[in-house]
């Protein structure tokens, strides 16, 4: 497929300035930015993950770092432009202007057919593991603790990642950094439970080439939950430098080894096409983009762009049976686009203006692939189309 520019662009909040020796934005980075609504300078977009409402719309929850706060935006999009409708949902300041505390980062968002929006996110204040509820009735929004992780002191809900369960039951994937293990955690009608879903065994060196490390898996994780049910989590195994793939249904899990050719696993990404499914992660060693296509226990691995410092938060898609995939190239902070057609070729979709290619996410609505991801120049959310 021909790569085209994008046709439509929106940024909804705007300025910034680039750190352009750092291929990964830094938590730490000081926020720049003007929110119209508010006259704060607030920096918005980190973290964003973007869903397509029962109507049509995109919708992307997202890290406010100026409030170490969790947001949500509806577009409705008209005429070759997007209007874009906020809604504050945890930890922003109250009327007295404190701050409840940091909550918001590692966003992910899932949206049920009768337009429930769920959003997993962590309570970094805490080390825990939150949910955000909005009732499509009333718009209001319900937030609580989905798991504390198993540790001693919880430092948990890192790489959350949310899907629905048929029934539009939501279930949570995330990292337990405190425990170094994977956990899920599932909603039974009226709170969430969270368990092991496999925990890191330690890497034992056999020769001074690599130290030993201890057990610690889970980071990146991905879920996906097919419509009969099959739960599959993406990760990285840290200690053992291996993308490793959790298959189960309803917390019976079995781990298999997709990839552990050297330090691989990062940034995973699945969807499925039919009974093929296609796994966008990156070579931490080589800094590559690779892709894993197959069944559990039958992945083939190839990769697919080996230039300099890509392959980071991956987007993988299908379009009429070819694999495409969204990428960060870490070298001139842009953000890719390639496409598997026999050979996989790949261009720029932006980055001239800015700093683009962070949290990078896709949706198609009404037959147009739309992709969003985090401006750190602008400090801000892109939105365009792509097809």
Partial sequence: MRLLAPTLLVVLLPLGACKKDDPKADDTETPVGTDPDTGADDDVGAWLSMKVTPDGKPAIAYYNRTEDALAYAVGTISGGSVSWAKEKVDSFKDENGLNPGDAGKYASLAIAADGTAWIAYQDTSNGTLKYARRDPATAAWTVGVADIGGGRSSDAGYWASIALAPGDAPVIAHYDKGEGDLRVARWNGTAFSGSVAYSGEDYVATDTATPSADGNAGEYAKLLITSEGSEYVAFYDRAWGALRLANGSGGSWSV????????????????????????????????????????????????????????????????????????????????????????????????????????????????????????????????????
């Fill in 256 to 387: 298999e080894t997709v990839d552990d050719s050297g330090d691989v696993g990062a940034w995973p990404d699945l969807v499925l096409d039919g009974s093929t499914m296609h796994i966008a992660y990156q070579d931490v060693g080589n800094q590559d983009l690779k892709l894993a296509s197959g069944s559990p226990g039958a992945f083939s691995v190839r990769t697919l762009d080996s230039g300099d410092y890509v392959g980071a938060d991956a987007a993988v898609y299908v379009d009429s049976g070819a694999v495409g995939a969204f990428y960060f190239d870490g070298v001139d902070n842009d953000l890719k686009r390639g496409n598997l057609g026999g050979d996989w070729s790949s261009a720029r979709v932006a980055g001239d203006e800015g700093a683009l290619g962070y949290h990078n996410e896709t949706v198609t609505i009404g037959g147009v692939r739309y992709v969003a991801c985090y401006d750190y120049t602008h400090r801000s959310i892109w939105f365009a189309s792509a097809s």
